[in-house]
């Protein structure tokens, strides 16, 4: 419980953080918290279920376009729109599950690649979803200030974080972070390997869908280029960076990642003036592979020892 | 409608062209991850530097062989220094922990990249004038054909390498069995190094070849990353030779896709074909048949 | 996944912490109102990496060279130094939407420049609007200022994809060309070009007998070329900017020997097309402002002045013209003439002042802005240019 009120209180800590460091705007946080709810369930995917995924962009985009075609092309309420997402990307998870059950490794991380990428042409060539100019005139969320919004996205966060720790912690959970040790004593625990694995996938995906639900009626304007691999390669980064072994890892990810390029973006003009994104990009790229030479196992790794 | 082979023929050149370009990065992939494992995402970034330090070389009136050369040497070196700084500390950590390192060193490189050549592309002239050539009645652009034709040597030379010398089989070793590697005398950790930059000199002169097809941006190398990647996957991740058949695979069936079916959809038609190869065939068009 | 053992003080610490941060929240922040002697900020927010790097870096350049100017020559606006606020947003939608927010909000910038493509400033379209602050987008896609009910506040000194496309067909029809075959790239632009050309040839003017997309990293769209000229088409036009448009450019006349007339889009009016696309760029033809060939356009021409003010200057400082350069230019003059015209940095009269400009003349041609209309180009302010002798000529008819 007390893990839990931490998380809760952080919250609004990051919010009050943003305002004294002028650089961590309103809108960089919605985004954090959008970020790390979808990346939460990369965690769950590829840290509970073993499962590399790099094509997670997918569900992610599946949400958005799933909310903005019911809702602008069809007139659906809001939330009607945002659970038919949720179901169509978890659909999709179970059939992409069980197709690629057989596939380890390197294959399977080009077989998500492969995925993810199918699903980005497509939707970029698909006239009804407005292909490369994509959907414009998305509801809104109903709250005006990006403080607000921050505030009531991370109390969604914090249900999510929550059903991951319960997830990892249940029977089917343990079972399947045993599956590092053995698949067959896993398997004689009782436990559908096979059913365990695709029902991750698929909870993980709806993760993935509703952050990008709530991502499209933030923006209120969505085109192809948001969902593509630099957005797979984005989550991923977060999630192993936060510390797969941690329900609260992608979070933690999340807020380092924009942390580390808004801070960069800030200081990087005083160190050398007129820089283009480059320096930023310089800073990231070395801030990546330091932070996982120290913290092998991600950043949530360390604080919770 | 025109006969299917008149079709077809001008687009499979098209498409061995292209598909050359990919075998190369998806060479250097295969090298690296048969003796550590690791998928690097900085392979793409490897071929940015080459490509980049050529054309410098040849603003600066460097003969060709020249700028060849040092492009090479500069790219190992890079790739060398990438091994030693990332890959070398992390030794020990998870496969997934240390792709993500790559990725960060990719990051870096595009960086470095930017800040030093710029937004804009840089090209250069092709290595041998003239027309397109005609080769058993396919057009190729001789540009095309130095591709081609570097790949299949490169890919060779490598082959025998690994297959054929001590070296290059304890570099295998290493990859099957770091362990008993040791214990053979060979040190798992330098033939990281040496596997890093030997994969780095394959991608810097491949960039230096590429230049005048592709032209030389900072930006290059994700999309040759994928796409290497790709060849290396369909070829099983398994040798050299069967990363450069991935990659004329490739290479062939986004051309057909982009000629005869939909130029919109020559991409998405690519990787229905990879997705369900690897559904099938778990390891790989080329392995999987072994 | 461990188990939770913190102590009672460790909490405390979180709260205390809280509680202390609120307080400084309470305390609030700087309020800025400036007194008169204090700078004019204008936020920058362009393309100076990622894919559309091309235009965002010529954006950016026109745009520091005239508030450097206007500086030097006339102390800024009403004797207040311009200070711009120039920032990438590395082609990407994310980054454009974040970086309005800090222009506008943290920075207090009166008014912003760019974003410089249709997905960036659609992306940042929330934040623009949420904003009030007036915007002059360098956007190509009439999306962005329409309806302009719905966008008070942003303006484009751009033309519309429609302007390119309607004075290509224009020279198609004079011509007598009436069979099309079409090149855009897979991607927003390519694809605002690609319906640009599908309305008109919707009206008759044209009949489009082909049309194919390629990616901007295609090496080789010998593919795509081939169907269009298996089509028979009297003429090609291609949507791109480079390195697309250039690559298409050498395929189709080194490995194709095409001998049908070229039309490029506004894209190509960069020197990039010609330095990649060397001799195979002769013949080339382009739809570009008036401004990428100010040294030719006769003395009698009603904007000659301005051309060779903005000619001289942009090329003295940077070497070679852009044509995109004179979107950026005009965007500073205008927003320095609706200021004095409203004597005030206030958004709302700012607004009201740019749409009462009337006409203003621009490098990009006569500028016009009105309650009705936030675009203020037409199709009389681009021609179609011909590439000869390693350069961009102008007709002498226009």
Request: overall charge negative.
């Amino acid at each position: 419980m007390i893990r839990l009120a931490a998380f809760a209180v952080a919250g609004p800590l990051l919010l009050a953080a943003a305002q004294l460091l002028p650089f961590l705007g309103g809108s960089t946080l919605v985004f954090v918290a959008l970020a790390a709810l979808a990346s939460t369930g990369l965690t769950l995917i590829m840290g509970l279920g073993g499962q590399v995924s790099l094509g997670h962009a997918a569900f992610y985009g599946v949400g958005a376009y799933g909310l903005a075609l019911l809702t602008v092309k069809a007139g659906w309420p809001v939330p009607v729109a945002l659970g038919a997402g949720a179901a169509l990307a978890g659909g999709l998870a179970a059939l992409l599950g069980v197709a690629v059950l057989r596939i380890q490794g390197h294959f399977l991380a080009m077989a998500t690649l492969a995925f993810g990428l199918i699903w980005f042409f497509f939707v970029r060539g698909w006239e009804p979803a407005g292909a490369n100019q994509g959907i414009g005139g998305i509801p809104a969320l109903p709250l005006d200030d990006d403080e607000a919004t921050f505030l009531a996205l991370w109390v969604v966060l914090a249900g999510g974080v929550l059903l991951a720790r319960n997830l990892a912690d249940s029977r089917t959970g343990r079972a399947l972070r045993a599956l590092g040790a053995s698949e067959a004593a896993a398997g004689s625990c009782g436990i559908d390997v096979a059913r365990a694995k695709v029902g991750v996938f698929v909870i993980g995906a709806v993760y993935a869908a509703v952050a990008g639900g709530l991502y499209a009626m933030y923006v209120t304007y969505i085109a192809p280029d948001a969902f593509g691999l630099l957005a797979s390669l984005q989550f991923l980064v977060i999630a192993v960076v936060g510390g797969l072994g941690s329900p609260w890892g992608a979070t933690v990810g999340a807020v380092f990642v924009a942390g580390l390029t808004e801070l960069s973006r800030e200081l990087l003009p005083y160190v050398v003036p007129d820089a283009a994104g480059s320096y930023e990009l310089v800073a990231y790229g070395l801030a990546l592979v330091l932070v996982l030479l120290v913290a092998r196992q991600g950043l949530a790794g360390v604080a919770a020892r | 409608m025109t006969l299917l082979a008149v079709d077809v023929l001008p687009l499979l050149a098209s498409g061995l062209a292209t598909g050359a370009i990919y075998a190369l990065v998806g060479i250097g992939f295969v090298l690296i991850h048969s003796v550590t494992g690791v998928i690097n995402f900085a392979q793409g970034e490897f071929v940015m530097v080459g490509a980049l330090s050529a054309t410098t070389l040849v603003a600066t009136g460097a003969p060709l062989a020249l700028a060849f050369t040092g492009a090479v040497a500069l790219t190992a070196a890079v790739g060398a220094i990438a091994e030693r700084l990332t890959i070398a500390p992390a030794r020990g950590a998870s496969l997934l922990t240390l792709i993500i390192i790559t990725v960060g060193v990719s990051v870096t490189l595009r960086g470095l990249a930017l800040l030093i050549w710029g937004v804009d592309p840089r090209s250069y002239d092709p290595f041998t004038a003239g027309p397109p050539v005609d080769v058993l009645g396919l057009a190729f652009s001789r540009q095309s054909l130095w591709i081609i034709g570097v790949s299949l040597v490169v890919a060779g030379l490598l082959w025998l390498y690994l297959e054929r010398t001590v070296a290059g089989k304890a570099m295998r070793a290493c990859a099957m069995d770091p362990d008993a590697a040791r214990l053979q005398g060979v040190s798992p950790s330098r033939m990281s190094l040496y596997a890093f930059a030997l994969a780095a000199a394959v991608a810097g002169a491949a960039g230096v070849v590429f230049v005048p097809v592709t032209h030389a941006h900072y930006e290059m190398g994700l999309f040759l990353a994928v796409n290497g990647f790709t060849a290396a996957v369909v070829g099983g991740l398994v040798s050299p030779l069967a990363a450069v058949a991935g990659g004329f695979l490739l290479g062939a069936l986004e051309a057909l896709a982009a000629g005869l079916v939909s130029s919109s959809y020559e991409s998405v038609i690519a990787f229905v074909v990879l997705f369900a190869v690897l559904v099938a065939r778990p390891r790989g068009v080329i392995a999987g048949r072994a | 996944m461990r188990d939770p053992s913190s102590a009672a003080p460790r909490r405390g610490l979180l709260v205390g912490l809280a509680l202390a941060a609120l307080v400084a929240v309470g305390c609030g922040s700087d309020d800025d109102t400036g007194s008169d002697n204090d700078p004019i900020r204008i936020g920058v927010n362009v393309e100076l990496s990622g894919p559309a790097s091309v235009l965002g870096n010529a954006y950016a350049d026109a745009a520091k060279l005239r508030a450097e100017l206007l500086n030097e020559q006339e102390g800024g606006i009403l004797g207040r130094p311009i200070e711009l606020i120039v920032t990438d947003n590395r082609s990407d939608q994310t980054e454009a939407l974040t970086l309005t927010e800090e222009l506008t909000d943290r920075k207090k910038a009166v008014a912003m420049i760019g974003p410089g493509t249709s997905p960036t400033s659609l992306a940042a379209m929330g934040a623009i609007l949420k904003s009030g602050v007036p915007t002059l987008s360098l956007g190509s896609a009439e999306a962005i200022v329409s309806p302009a009910a719905e966008r008070p506040n942003v303006f484009k000194t751009t033309p519309d994809g429609d302007v390119a496309a309607r004075a290509i067909v224009d020279d198609l029809e004079r011509r007598g060309l009436r069979r099309v075959g079409l090149l855009s790239t897979n991607n927003p632009y390519g694809d605002d070009g690609l319906q640009a050309v599908e309305r008109l040839a919707e009206e008759g003017a044209i009949d489009l007998v082909a049309a194919e997309k390629f990616e901007e990293e295609d090496s080789d769209t010998t593919p795509q070329l081939r169907r269009l000229l298996d089509a028979d088409p009297d003429a090609l036009i291609v949507w791109a900017i480079p390195p697309g448009a250039p690559t298409v450019r050498r395929d189709a006349v080194e490995k194709l020997d095409v001998d049908v007339p070229m039309y490029f889009d506004s894209g190509a009016g960069a020197e990039l097309f010609l330095t990649l696309a060397g001799a195979s760029a002769h013949g080339a033809r382009v739809v570009q402002p008036r401004s990428l060939v100010w040294n030719q356009v006769p003395d009698d021409h009603p904007l000659a002045e301005e051309l060779e003010e903005f000619g001289n200057a942009y090329t003295g400082e940077y070497g070679e013209m852009s044509g995109f350069a004179g979107y950026a230019w005009d965007s500073v003059g205008m927003l320095k003439a609706a200021i004095e015209s409203a004597r005030s940095t206030e958004p709302g009269a700012m607004v009201r002042a740019l749409e009462g400009l009337g006409d203003y003349p621009g490098v990009s041609g006569t500028l016009e802005f009105s309650p009705q209309s936030h675009s203020a180009l037409s199709a009389d302010d681009v021609v179609i240019l011909e590439v000869r002798a390693g350069a961009w000529t102008l007709p002498r008819r226009r």
